[in-house]
């Protein structure tokens, strides 16, 4: 074990270092454990025309995150057309 990369802070400084070193990104999409949606649903929320309360209901999901997903909020490794 190597020690020379490390350096004393706080629990502030350990985050901000992680944040800074892209290190803070955890799961996302569909390798997340409680992903409701995959790549292939969202698609089709993307190009549905429906209110978002029906999609939402449709696949088992909240009107916000169809919402964030046609706003490019979430979900924004998935192409969009």
Not at 1 to 22: E, V
Not at 52 to 59: D, H, L, M, R, W
Request: with cysteine.
């Amino acid at each position: 074990m190597n020690p020379d990369h490390l350096f004393l802070g706080t629990i502030g400084d350990n985050n901000a270092d992680r944040h800074w070193k892209g290190r803070s990104k955890g799961p996302r999409g569909e390798s997340h454990g409680r992903a409701k949606l995959d790549a292939d649903k969202v698609m089709k929320i993307l190009i549905d025309t429906r209110t978002a309360g029906v999609v939402a209901k449709e696949y088992g999901v909240g009107r916000s995150c169809v919402n964030k997903i046609r706003q490019g909020l979430s979900w924004k490794d998935v192409p969009r057309a």
